[in-house]
């Protein structure tokens, strides 16, 4: 157990649906990330946030979005599903900003888009 | 251009050899961070190894080290001993910028498919 928990581990949903996958960073890490991980597009780089704020943003699509709670959980949002949207996704928490002392991925969560 | 590149896609080792993963990146930043994860086939992705741009030794972590070449911009994994739990998808990833910059995220490779054979 990695200490970054990721919910649901596997869903399925019909195009044109809304989902929402949720992370709950490594206790003490104030950063998370979000991953797309896809066959055609390998493993790209969503958004992330520090400590409740929106900090760099990646490939996300604007029918996705995310945010961080005051518990430092984080949720991210997929809206209007495609059948392109089916990947893993990957949360991953780190202490401070800048990932100097690392990176911890939680176990993805696998949305299949039917 | 791809900021980093793995040019094995698929790579095989016998069992108790050793095994080499190629990882070039390109950065133009003075500081920032070499990392290789693992990926088994249940999907999670394992942290293994870490190397600092002004790290002078080459890092060790048990069986893997890092094979740091910063004047060709490479970053091999070399993993010793192989062993038949060794199967899996292998990451290189760079995190760029100077601490204040703002943004740290990971930019991975396509990934190496390693497998042993026994």
């Known amino acids: 157990d990695s200490g970054v928990t990721q919910t649901p581990k596997h869903l399925i949903t019909a195009t044109g649906q809304r989902v929402t996958l949720r992370c709950s960073p490594r206790s003490g890490d104030l950063s998370v990330y979000w991953y797309q991980q896809s066959l055609d597009q390998g493993l790209q780089f969503l958004i992330q946030y520090y400590n409740g704020e929106e900090r760099a943003k990646g490939n996300i699509l604007e029918r996705f979005s995310a945010q961080q709670f005051p518990d430092l959980h984080s949720e991210l949002n997929l809206s209007s599903l495609e059948l392109g949207d089916s990947a893993l996704y990957f949360c991953a928490s780190s202490v401070e900003m800048s990932g100097l002392y690392g990176y911890t991925f939680g176990s993805g969560t696998r949305l299949t888009v039917v | 251009a791809q900021k980093i590149t793995q040019t094995q896609p698929g790579m095989f080792v016998q069992e108790k050899e050793a095994v080499t993963l190629d990882c070039t990146y390109d950065?133009?930043?003075?500081?920032?961070?070499l990392f290789w994860y693992k990926q088994p086939s249940s999907g999670e992705m394992i942290f293994l190894i870490y190397q600092g741009s002004y790290d002078e030794q080459n890092a060790t972590e048990g069986r893997y080290s890092l094979n740091f070449q910063k004047a060709r911009k490479s970053a091999n994994l070399v993993i010793s001993a192989s062993q038949l739990g060794d199967s899996a998808m292998y990451f290189c990833?760079?995190?760029?910028?100077?601490?204040?910059?703002?943004?740290?995220?990971?930019?991975f490779g396509k990934g190496t498919k390693l497998s042993v054979i026994p």
């Open positions: 950065t133009s930043d003075q500081s920032y961070g």
């Open positions: 990833a760079m995190r760029e910028g100077r601490v204040g910059a703002g943004s740290y995220q990971l930019t």
